[in-house]
Nanobody, 125 residues
Framework: VQLQASGGGLVQAGGSLRLSCAAS????????LGWFRQSPGKEREFVAA????????YYTDSVRGRFTISRDNAKRTVYLQMDRLEPEDTAVYYC???????????????????WGQGTQVTVSS
């Protein structure tokens, strides 16, 4: 599976962005999908994940209520709608896919099999 993330950019605090991650090579219906982010000097951190069925979503506490993850298996795409952005959200955002991830491991980067190249999100104050 090849993943291509897009939609990043520069936005003022309080604004919104929608990230997309398009998959090629095979269907994504059998994969849990996640978004992670990494700032300079920091480790890659979990942002959000969505189960294979699309029925369950998971968020890190700092984005819950502001970000929404969704997926469209027919379009082979996962989205991250980011609202009420804060300067602390500035990072490179990565999408990831994993075939066999138990719920308790959705936040672990090592649980994912495939990664996109990242898209920069910059939030100005």
């Amino acid at each position: 599976v090849q993943l291509q993330a897009s939609g990043g950019g520069l936005v003022q605090a309080g604004g919104s962005l929608r990230l997309s991650c398009a998959a090629s090579g095979r269907t994504i219906s059998g994969y849990a999908l996640g978004w992670f982010r990494q700032s300079p000097g920091k480790e890659r951190e979990f942002v959000a994940a969505i189960a294979r069925s699309g029925g369950a979503t998971y968020y890190t506490d700092s984005v819950r209520g502001r970000f929404t993850i969704s997926r469209d298996n027919a379009k082979r795409t996962v989205y991250l709608q980011m609202d009420r952005l804060e300067p602390e959200d500035t990072a490179v955002y990565y999408c990831a896919a994993g075939a066999r991830i138990i719920t308790s491991s959705l936040g672990a980067p090592t649980a994912y099999d495939y990664w996109g190249q990242g898209t920069q999100v910059t939030v100005s104050s």
